[in-house]
């Protein structure tokens, strides 16, 4: 099992799209990269994320980020849908130097790439979320979600 930590706007939605993938083993929603070591209300630079656990024998590296490319507007800077501020900004993590290669790979081997504003940056901390927002659109479903529907539950079985 390898570990990554995917940016893609509100949390809610990045953790209830990819705990439905196959391969991936287990999400947790946190915020990545800030500036201090607890987070007391401000975000201080941290960013809203998922820590995704994934099998790479079932789900590559490189298939998980195409997956994740599904549900981001990879040029839309410090923006999500509706939410906005740095909080939401994408951006792609890891505490593994091939993960952070795998993904500067990936886009650069797209045509828009200069146009792609995903950070790609080591890990150097997180923080877990409250327990009420662990898995907040199972336990509330109807609550707000910035991807659409049918692209948020394209992998649910």
């Not at 998980?64 to 410090?78: A, G, W």
């Not at 692209?151 to 079985?157: E, G, N, S």
Request: glycine content about 8%; hydrophobic content about 30%.
């Amino acid at each position: 099992m390898q570990e990554i930590y995917l940016a893609g706007g509100c949390l809610w939605g990045v953790q209830e799209y990819l705990r439905h993938l196959p391969g991936v083993i287990f999400t947790e929603v946190g915020r990545a990269n800030g500036t201090t070591q607890t987070l007391d209300g401000d975000y201080d630079g941290y960013t809203e994320c998922v820590k995704t656990h994934f099998d790479p024998s079932i789900i590559s590296l490189d298939m998980l980020i195409t997956r994740y490319f599904e549900i981001i507007d990879p040029y839309s800077i410090n923006k999500q849908g509706i939410d906005e501020g740095e909080k939401y900004r994408t951006g792609i993590y890891s505490k593994q130097a091939e993960h952070l290669v795998v993904a500067k790979q990936f886009i650069n081997s797209r045509e828009d790439s200069v146009k792609i504003a995903v950070e790609i940056l080591p890990l150097s901390n997180y923080i877990k979320s409250a327990e009420e927002h662990q898995d907040r659109l199972q336990h509330y479903p109807d609550d707000y979600c910035h991807i659409p529907p049918a692209t948020l539950h394209k992998y649910k079985q």
